[in-house]
């Protein structure tokens, strides 16, 4: 199993070019998340979606957008890329939501200068 | 609200000492989870904790729950230069499936 992949490893963006992270994963799980990180700010929640065709917002949404048309994959979307969005990306996955273990891919580093 | 304070943000050890980080929230929570990130890595899941009073330990690892379910700790008994990374705790918003993160402390291991 690959577990959680994320495509593509490093991008670097211009302010207002759009793009799409694809998190993949192979362990049929229900929940998958997408995170940023940044220094000093931890593991902070932008979308997730608890089952195929669902998502919701977590805790710094705006600026993105997010789609789930398969079980397997669980895109985001930048529609015009700003410098406040330089940051590493992180997918993670888990059975289900209730206090599961989230599984992590390895990260996209988005720079947008 | 429900943010979870960790401390410290850095901590320096030499090898063989012994390192604790703290987790504290102000509201009761339902459960905690502990990741390690590595340097240049992502996060890993250590352990999950869900009863008050609650220890669990992982060969040189021990992870504890507070009576209240309030705060948490990871202790590392004799740092190895193989513990150098980020731990994280996260718990659960009540009520949602969104997962909040600690900012983490940063361990860094001298030889």
């Known amino acids: 199993n690959a577990g959680v992949t994320q495509t593509p490893k490093f991008r670097v963006l211009k302010t207002g070019q759009s793009m799409t992270l694809l998190c993949a994963q192979d362990?049929?799980?229900?929940?998958m998340y997408w995170y940023r990180q940044d220094p000093g700010m931890g593991l902070r929640l932008i979308h997730y979606s608890v089952g195929e065709g669902t998502t919701a917002k977590g805790e710094v949404p705006d600026g993105y957008n997010v789609s789930r048309l398969k079980k397997q994959n669980f895109l985001l979307g930048l529609e015009s890329a700003a410098p406040s969005q330089t940051s590493v990306y992180f997918c993670a996955s888990s059975y289900s939501g209730l206090g599961e273990t989230q599984y992590f891919g390895p990260g996209t580093r988005l720079l947008v200068l | 609200g429900q943010q979870v304070m960790q401390i410290p943000q850095y901590q320096h050890v030499q090898e063989g000492e012994d390192f604790t980080t703290y987790c504290n929230s102000s509201?009761?929570?339902?459960?905690i989870q502990w990741y390690k990130q590595r340097p240049g890595g992502h996060p890993v899941f250590l352990i999950q904790l869900v009863k008050s009073g609650e220890v669990k330990k992982q060969k040189r690892l021990t992870f504890q729950f507070g009576e209240a379910k309030k705060n948490s700790s990871l202790h590392i008994t004799a740092t190895q230069t193989t513990d150098v990374g980020t731990y994280f705790c996260a718990r659960m918003r009540s009520g949602t499936y969104k997962y909040i993160f600690g900012t983490g402390t940063r361990l860094k291991v001298l030889a």
């Open positions: 509201t009761t929570l339902s459960n």
């Open positions: 362990m049929n799980h229900e929940y």
